[in-house]
């Protein structure tokens, strides 16, 4: 696929001045995209008119992840209304919502062989429910076509779009995904056209309206952020009961975008792990290349098995035993 220049993906960013681009260390290494599999992924993808944010995001895992044809799946267009800081997803005007786009999900999420999926989107402040329909249609449509595949879905903010969070919840997926990004503090650069409590306010409200799903956060390191105010937003989560907590290095998509403050150290990641896990989340992902949709389906067998742990260990039952 050919990469567009910034100026063209990003034409709102095309004025600003460039950032500088520190030097990845050593220990950012992605694997390159160069497996068989990797080539029939996006065949099929492009077959089935459907965009990835692997592709979209520039993600570094993609080659990692595609080797084993898990592509997350990005819902209502390549096009965002937001413009945020660290994104490589193209802003602009979106195009209308492609009512056939959710059984083309369904039928890759057979042909790849999916035994978990992650279907996310772009931000679509254009429509009037922010794309919640098509999100319940895909996961509709998932569940007839393959109905043992479990799904997680990663949504935008659907701020002011009253009744959109309640009808994705009542499609019940298996694990709601939205990202706070980074620490309120740097919303205003990072994250302009977010709100930090509405979203906090978001996960909150998937677990009143259903505490059987799983519910799930990521935060991005080296924008400038204070270790205090990581553990301010950990704390945060935990109040609004949040499941599972993703932690992982920025990087910079080009020099138009915002720039990375620093590289933190594996050593400082595995820290943040072991801080999250005292606060009380069911899991935490933690390290230099984890994104949000990386080893999900892994990582959503663990968390399935240390709920039951924990029920087990607050049942009775199990207090007697550990007596």
């Known amino acids: 696929m050919t990469v567009q220049p910034a100026a063209l993906r990003h034409p709102e960013k095309a004025h600003k001045p460039d950032t500088p681009v520190l030097r990845k260390p050593d220990w950012i290494r992605a694997k390159a ?78 042909k790849l062989g999916l035994h ?7 931000d679509r402040d254009d429509l009037p429910d922010g794309g919640a329909k098509q999100f319940v249609r895909t996961i509709e449509e998932i569940r007839k076509a393959s109905p043992s595949t ?72 080296g924008l400038g952020e204070e270790t205090v105010e990581l553990m301010q937003v950990m704390d945060d989560l935990r109040v609004a009961d949040v499941d599972f907590l993703t932690l992982g290095q920025y990087l910079q998509p080009t020099r138009k975008h915002a720039a990375v403050a620093r590289f933190l150290p594996p050593d400082e990641f595995e820290t943040l792990k072991t801080i999250g896990l ?21 990582d959503f067998a663990r968390l399935k098995a240390a709920r039951l742990a924990r029920l087990a260990a607050q049942s009775p039952a199990g207090e007697n035993a550990g007596s």
Not at 94 to 102: F, K, N
Not at 178 to 188: A, F, G, I, M, S
Not at 278 to 298: D, I, M, N, Y
């Open 33 to 110: 995209p160069t497996a068989p599999e990797v080539a029939a992924t996006r065949s099929l993808m492009r077959e089935l008119k459907l965009n990835t944010v692997c592709e979209e995001a520039a993600c570094p895992n993609l080659g990692e992840c595609w080797k084993q044809k898990h592509a997350t799946v990005m819902i209502l267009g390549a096009v965002c209304t937001r413009a945020c800081a660290f994104c490589n997803v193209a802003t602009g005007k979106p195009m209308g919502v492609d009512m056939s786009e959710p059984a083309h999900v369904a039928e890759a999420v057979g």
């Open 116 to 122: 978990h999926v992650v279907i996310t989107s772009v």
């Open 150 to 221: 479990t799904v997680e879905i990663l949504t935008p903010d659907f701020l002011r779009k009253p009744g959109a969070i309640e009808a994705v919840v009542a499609a019940k997926p298996d694990v709601y995904n939205h990202n706070l990004e980074t620490v309120p503090r740097l919303y205003p650069s990072i994250r302009p056209g977010a709100r930090y409590f509405a979203s906090l306010q978001l996960l909150a409200r998937v677990r009143e309206l259903d505490p059987a799903i799983f519910t799930k956060s990521g935060l991005m390191v």
């Open 278 to 298: 005292s606060k009380g989340f069911l899991q935490v992902a933690s390290s230099p290349l984890t994104r949000s949709s990386h080893h999900a389906g892994e």
